[in-house]
């Protein structure tokens, strides 16, 4: 029993050597960059400005931690590939990425699948579509939850029970008239 302690401590120990603090890493050097965003993702930080416009260290950071995000090169944070991967490992991500993508419905699901109160990264163009808040209000969660979330037209316009129902309901008369 004592050996095989001894040979997990061993192990633990020598992966920790392995492994170099922050002060150590030449953050110029793309190749020990890459290996520490690898294990730290939010170490992005650290790097070297022209490492920080690399797309492959920057998914390698935010596939580690989506919201390195924050420090990647603004071009990057426009990188449609690279908010996905942001997005899906953290929604809280969408606050960073650019405000084009902001407002791109599959990159909105994708963070409000983690959390609806990824709603605050959502642009204020969705913010204000009666389709979107339909489809948000449709979701069967708290209706004051979301609405919180939305823009202040929408939020004075449908300001009571009856009117939030109609705006659900948005959605449904918009699919019937389709088909017809």
């Known amino acids: 029993m004592f050996d095989t302690c001894q040979a997990i401590f061993t192990n633990s120990e020598s ?32 790097a070297h400005k022209s490492l920080q416009t690399d797309p492959d260290i920057v998914k390698i950071a935010v596939a580690r931690n989506g919201l390195s995000l924050y ?24 606050r960073f990425a650019h405000e084009r993508l902001q407002a791109d419905r599959e990159i909105v699901n994708l963070a409000l699948a983690k959390s609806l109160t990824n709603l605050a990264g959502v642009h204020e163009s969705l913010k204000d579509d009666e389709m979107f808040v339909s489809e948000m209000l449709n979701l069967g969660e708290d209706t004051r939850f979301i609405m919180q979330y939305m823009n202040f037209r929408i939020q004075q316009e449908y300001n009571t029970e009856d009117k939030i129902y109609k ?4 959605k449904y008369i918009n699919i019937k008239s389709a088909r017809i």
Not at 15 to 39: C, E, N, P, Y
Not at 73 to 81: F, K, N, P, T, V
Not at 167 to 170: A, P, Q, S, V
């Open 71 to 94: 420090h990647a090169h603004e071009s990057l944070r426009a990188d449609r590939e690279i908010v996905k991967i942001a997005v899906t490992q953290t929604g809280w991500a969408l």
């Open 167 to 170: 705006l659900k309901m948005r």
């Open 15 to 46: 992966k920790k050597k392995l492994m170099l603090t922050k002060d150590q890493i030449d953050w110029s050097d793309k190749q020990q960059v890459l290996k520490r965003v690898a294990k730290v993702g939010y170490d992005l930080q650290y």
